[in-house]
């Protein structure tokens, strides 16, 4: 059976779509090019893929449409293609659940380094990940399996993470009590630096809290610190 990551890219400039599969299929990724939101459905349905590369500007049913449909098919990684100054689309982006996101024009070995990053983070590359600590880890009644890269609430049922969320909240349970940096975060999840309008790490924080049912304005867990970043406030217990 074939392992090779199977990559979904949906764009509608020709150009760009040729260009990504041609070098995708160099670097031995497996690659199914799509112009809108109808194909990328029907492409869908047909084939199993690891991970969705997708623009946000497209004809007819928009990316963000189109995200929020493959986020009810389950938690497969996406890393949004977005135009320079589209802020707002991006932050909305990234609060449906995308992985990363990438500004046109792009480097396509920069993008490839994204997608590797992702698919390393959701565990979908038949490479071996190293360096993950197989411990399991205890705070506030949650449990944190970082093995089987899973969450369980308090009373012992699974939470579905994302791997950008799991990857977040690995971060901050391992630094528990010690604030991170926006800057830190991003070195540590992405290896890049924070832009002066870089949200991402502010809006996967959001969606984390909320999965962890702690509250934003009243956060217990996940609190922010004013000009600092980000604190993971409970006690943690190694398993």
């Known amino acids: 059976?074939?392992?090779?990551?199977?990559?979904?890219?949906?764009?509608?400039?020709?150009?760009?779509?040729?260009?990504?599969?041609?070098?995708?299929?160099?670097?031995?990724?497996?690659?199914?090019?799509?112009?809108?939101?109808?194909?990328?459905?029907?492409?869908?349905?047909?084939?199993?893929?690891?991970?969705?590369?997708?623009?946000?500007?497209?004809?007819g049913e928009s990316g963000l449409e189109l995200a929020r449909w493959l986020r009810t098919q389950g938690e497969i990684p996406i890393v949004m293609l977005t135009a320079m100054g589209e802020e707002t689309d991006r932050i909305i982006g990234l609060e449906l659940g995308a992985d990363d996101y990438m500004p046109k024009p792009f480097n396509p070995r920069e993008l490839l380094a994204r997608i590797r990053a992702v698919l390393r983070r959701a565990g979908d590359t038949v490479e071996p990940r190293h360096g993950v600590s197989m411990r399991g880890y205890k705070f506030g009644g949650w449990a944190l399996e970082p093995a089987r890269r899973r969450l369980l609430n308090p009373d012992d049922v699974e939470v579905p993470l994302t791997g950008g969320e799991f990857d977040l909240l690995l971060a901050l349970v391992?630094?528990?009590?010690?604030?991170?940096?926006?800057?830190?975060?991003?070195?540590?999840?992405?290896?890049r630096q924070a832009g002066p309008f870089d949200r991402a790490i502010d809006v996967a924080v959001s969606r984390l809290r909320r999965k962890l049912e702690d509250d934003g304005?009243?956060?217990?867990?996940?609190?922010?610190?004013?000009?600092?970043?980000?604190v993971l406030a409970a006690t943690v217990e190694r398993a």
Do not use: C, S
């Open 1 to 59: 059976m074939d392992q090779t990551p199977h990559i979904l890219v949906v764009d509608d400039d020709r150009e760009i779509r040729d260009l990504l599969a041609q070098f995708l299929e160099k670097q031995r990724l497996r690659v199914t090019a799509v112009r809108d939101g109808k194909e990328a459905r029907r492409a869908w349905l047909n084939g199993h893929f690891q991970l969705v590369v997708l623009d946000l500007m497209l004809p």
């Open 174 to 191: 391992e630094r528990a009590n010690r604030v991170l940096t926006r800057d830190m975060l991003l070195d540590l999840l992405r290896g």
């Open 217 to 230: 304005r009243h956060a217990q867990l996940i609190k922010t610190v004013r000009g600092g970043g980000y």
